[in-house]
């Protein structure tokens, strides 16, 4: 069964089209682990306003991408982007769910 996962990230002043920049790519091996892992329908939205990422992606196994931090690749990635994003200590996208209210197929 699919679970729908939305959530914020936190983007640093400056760094807008550095981000879209390293998306745009983003790592074939990473990609494949995201896909591997059961993550679908995958998007990232930038309100320009605030500075905050909407994370919106399908999951059809146990974690979402945010959940992946086990995995060397997904590590590698975090360090990549921590320079450009709030971070946990770790290197982790500093990432907050945002609860569902309403859907519509």
Known sequence: MKKRFAFKMFLKPGFEDEYERRH????PELKKQISEAGVRNYSIYWDRE???LFGYQEIEGEQSSQDMGADEITRK???YMADIMEVNPDNSPLTVPVREVFHLD
């Open 50 to 52: 605030t500075n905050i």
């Open 24 to 27: 745009a790519a983003l790592w």
């Open 77 to 79: 990635w975090w360090d």
